[in-house]
């Protein structure tokens, strides 16, 4: 149940860049089945098939509502899918599973899927240590060590309140509403940066701890190097989160990985859906969506056709909400919201390297186009595969265009063998312009509540304004859940209301 | 949308024992909805509107099903459910919630209930300090050291790998069948008991140490005094699910409850059932389920009614299954393990106080009926509520017959004026027989997976042997949730498979 995704890039010094051709378990082929008459209208038409649109079809289905997903790539998944490349999974997106996401873990064991769990983590082979590569400190360290220096200047960075946030952000989930804040507190630390908060605290800091620092941080946000346009809300969350502690940091964001990779677990949903009735359109780019009146919504695609839908449930990303044109247009936040957008357009890459020793290795570097690199499993040759997260340097480079410029960017961790190189390049990327949602200053208080709200009939999912897990699949899978609820519930009120004027038969 | 309960008692100096009569928000009224001629065969007989049981009943008819359900109490809930006296809400089973559980936290998202959470923990109040009541030692002492000494006892105690069980039980939702272990090693922590353990590290404690690790352990297990029933294995799995780390422990199992009370959220998901179409039968016990044929199974109870199914869902706890008759009999090893049981008869006592400085006040005792308790909250009236568990001292005494040594044992911990005492005894309950599921040494590995599993078209669903959060809330809705999608699969298979053979209209 493979296909051949026009997605993914491989850059070989044998053969320079490849791009597309690669095999995902995410690629829907043929792209259409589309079985309804065209003037049918769906009960609600999905405009996306990433985790949002899956789950969300998937309950709409399951409720035995007509459901159309129309979405423009030629796989499901959408800023999560895997390649299979040389017998080895990569996760060209959202990777990493954690039983503290309730959305995740609840699908997974509904697909018995939470048992095939493979590490990340590998402490048996060679280089089992930690490279440190910032001004004034290049050197390498136990891995000990380097959790105690990141531990320290993390809890030092997001500790506002000497209980490491439990007073400021105690219900992460329910973060702006919930009996025991502020909303004031909750402004004031979301009005400054990353930068700000670095500059209050760096005097507590020796120079090789604030590269660390800036290192770790710009991995996580995917800003600018400067970290000015990295609002410093989404770091307070993130560690509340994790429960308040850095012990569940690495567990939770770099540990557990799916065996059998993210596009199956995408795949068992989709079919799901399918045998239930789901109709699909992939390589469809929605150019339009008009609500026509109460019951009635058009979804215009680039290739001229129209569907029609009673809900439509939109599940683009937030950088992408200019793409498709609203009407009624966006309420004037969400515009706004959308005009500004969210500033993570970080680069995920992944090495090959020669040799196995470096499956146990991980690192951090600044000033570097790659800020944080981990070893992430072996390739059936015994090869070694890294995995790694930098900052926003569109400004600088373009990944497809100098993918030499990232081997070199690995080497300023360690003296690497670099047999190729992987990516996805997400901020090209017109369906997502940018990676998972990293929110600049101000931005959560003041667009958070308008992105989750419906308009008319428009209902918005996506992990962008999740509530919990914000830059997460289980973000995804929480706002298609969610929105797909709103909509169940509200077509059997209709239906209900419907029923008693019908002429009795 | 309250009712008068049956249940509950009360304590008072004044009136002494006062058994049901009391206000909760789980009661229905009346107690049946049964629309369907008496030979009516409904898709699934649900057996017990505990939250696996309403769970599973509410993914029913969501999926189109007509489901009813039979309960022996008035009330939903199960082994959770709330009281409303004197302006306070009283948990009289199950209480807190935390957002690493996936069930539950979906669950509240999706009611909105994840804003409306209030705390246990109150540092506000006079007495905010820890009292120990152990041999050797009788002293109060801040919260920081009592932290510091329950997180030390604790870990040493859970600490069997040297890296807090992570090897051993690295993925606590799938425990005995993952990459990553080895299950002889589960085998063998699992074949051990608490007192085993204790007596293979007590010689790294002080005397103090030992009193205060014993409190703990009996709070958790409430099996019996001497620890030797206890199985070790729920520790390490409980350390691991609370992310192998002490951090997690009070954040996760003594810190947030339902603002409105667990009987509220209850009522959330049976009525969004009833209004699909539920129907129920409350105060009805079940004597016996029998499966007739492929299609057909009976429900027969007390009051000589009998209900058909095609499929049955038991929702029915480990200690009460031998209660029903089941034809075909329960597999050997469902007997077997019904037949042993699990040995938490835990007493959880709720006491209130005069006056308001105990609400931030907690403490461990041992030897004591009563072994950890915790200011939880004022009244209206300004007293504090304290919530207190003990361990099994059924051989001792019955908490109806003798209320007033549950107040001997509060005062055990520190000179309390009690008003009142506030109690179920789960363990004379006949719909539990028990608390909530502590296993006894070998039993995780001998039975877990025969309870899991279905018999024919009876399905067996409880927190008793949830995957995960097994003696928690989120154990129930899990199981509840997984087997109501297994029947949801297999009757949409059964009816695609019937219809080709149906004459054409």
């Known amino acids: 149940m493979s296909g051949i995704t026009s997605e993914s890039h491989i850059w070989t010094p044998e053969k320079g860049l490849q791009s597309g051709g690669y095999i995902s378990e995410g690629v829907i082929s043929p792209p259409r089945q589309v079985k309804a008459a065209h003037d049918h209208v769906y009960d609600v038409v999905v405009i996306g098939a990433g985790y949002a649109g899956l789950i969300a079809a998937r309950d709409l289905v399951n409720a035995g509502r007509s459901v159309l997903v129309v979405e423009g790539r030629d796989r499901i998944g959408g800023r999560t899918y895997t390649i299979k490349h040389e017998g080895f999974n990569y996760e060209m997106g959202g990777t990493w599973v954690h039983h503290t996401q309730p959305y995740t873990y609840r699908e997974l064991m509904r697909y018995d899927l939470h048992t095939k769990l493979i590490k990340t983590r590998d402490d048996t082979q060679a280089n089992n240590y930690f490279s440190i590569n910032v001004p004034g400190s290049k050197r390498d360290i136990s891995n000990e060590l380097s959790s105690e220096i990141i531990g320290k200047v993390w809890k030092l960075f997001v500790d506002i309140d000497g209980q490491e946030g439990r007073t400021v952000c105690p219900l992460p989930h329910a973060q702006l509403e919930n009996p025991f804040i502020n909303r004031k507190d909750v402004e004031k630390w979301d009005s400054i940066s990353c930068w700000d908060r670095f500059e209050a605290i760096k005097g507590q800091l020796n120079t090789e701890e604030q ?118 247009p966006l309420s004037r936040l969400r515009q706004e919201a959308a005009n500004q957008g969210h500033i993570n357009f970080m680069t995920k890459a992944h090495a090959v390297v020669k040799g196995s020793g470096y499956a146990s290795w991980n690192g951090l570097a600044y000033p570097n186009e790659l800020s944080a690199a981990y070893g992430d499993g072996l390739l059936p040759n015994g090869d070694t595969h890294l995995v790694s997260f930098g900052a926003d340097y569109r400004d600088e480079f373009v990944l497809e265009e100098q993918p030499e410029r990232l081997v070199a960017a690995f080497k300023k961790f360690a003296p690497f063998d670099v047999k190729s190189v992987v990516f996805h390049n997400w901020n090209t990327d017109p369906y997502t312009q940018g990676g998972p949602n990293f929110m600049p200053p101000n931005f959560t208080t003041k667009y958070m509540d308008a992105l989750q709200k419906r308009q008319g009939n428009f209902f918005f999912a996506n992990a962008d304004w999740a509530n919990a897990w914000r830059n997460f699949i289980d973000g995804a899978l929480e706002q298609g859940a969610l929105n797909a609820n709103r909509v169940i519930a509200e077509l059997r009120r209709e239906d209900k209301e419907a029923q008693p004027s019908r002429p009795s038969l």
């Open 211 to 328: 590269g660390v620092l800036k290192a770790l941080l710009l991995s996580i946000t995917g800003g600018k190097p400067d970290l000015k346009n990295s609002g410093f809300w989404d770091m307070i969350r993130s560690h509340a989160i994790n429960g308040h502690t850095y012990d569940m940091m690495d567990p939770i964001w770099l540990l557990y990985k799916l065996r059998d990779g993210q596009s199956h677990f995408a795949r068992l949903m989709f079919e799901e859906a399918v045998e239930l009735g789901l109709e699909y359109t992939f390589r469809t780019h929605v150019e339009a969506i008009k609500q026509v009146n109460e019951g009635l919504n058009l979804v215009r695609t680039r290739d001229g056709r129209v569907f029609r839908g009673r809900k439509i449930i939109c599940t683009a990303p937030l950088n992408t909400l200019n793409s498709i044109q609203f009407d009624p």
